[in-house]
Nanobody
Framework: VQLQASGGGLVQAGGTLRLSCTGS????????MGWFRQVPGKEREFAAV????????IYEESVKGRFTISRDSAENTVYLQMNSLKPEDTAVYYC??????????????????WGQGTQVTVSS
């Protein structure tokens, strides 16, 4: 079972990036999928999650109104559209999947599956 993230890169402040994460080895249709991010020397923090149906989402406060999470369950893929990027958004972004949805996503030890990270760098 694997989650493969892509789409990171270098962008100027105010720019946009779209991250993708595709699962393989099993269906994630019944799983919530989402994103965490981590800056060197700091803990991995929750960014956004979308429930299995795609009808409910939760965002970390600092990304609300700028990031949009979506999914294509037929393709086992979750996306993170990042607009109005700020230098403080610079981090390694990790996709994740878990059978649960909601407050459990604030506890990264509860996450069932992790993808590898993709680097996002926002220059000022």
């Amino acid at each position: 079972v694997q989650l493969q993230a892509s789409g990171g890169g270098l962008v100027q402040a105010g720019g946009t990036l779209r991250l993708s994460c595709t699962g393989s080895g099993r269906s994630f249709r019944n799983y919530a999928m989402g994103w965490f991010r981590q800056v060197p020397g700091k803990e991995r923090e929750f960014a956004a999650v979308i429930n299995w149906s795609g009808k409910m989402t939760i965002y970390e406060e600092s990304v609300k109104g700028r990031f949009t999470i979506s999914r294509d369950s037929a393709e086992n893929t979750v996306y993170l559209q990042m607009n109005s990027l700020k230098p403080e958004d610079t981090a390694v972004y990790y996709c994740a999947a878990d059978i649960g949805y909601g407050s459990s996503w604030y506890d990264r030890s509860q996450i069932d599956y992790w993808g590898q990270g993709t680097q996002v760098t926002v220059s000022s």
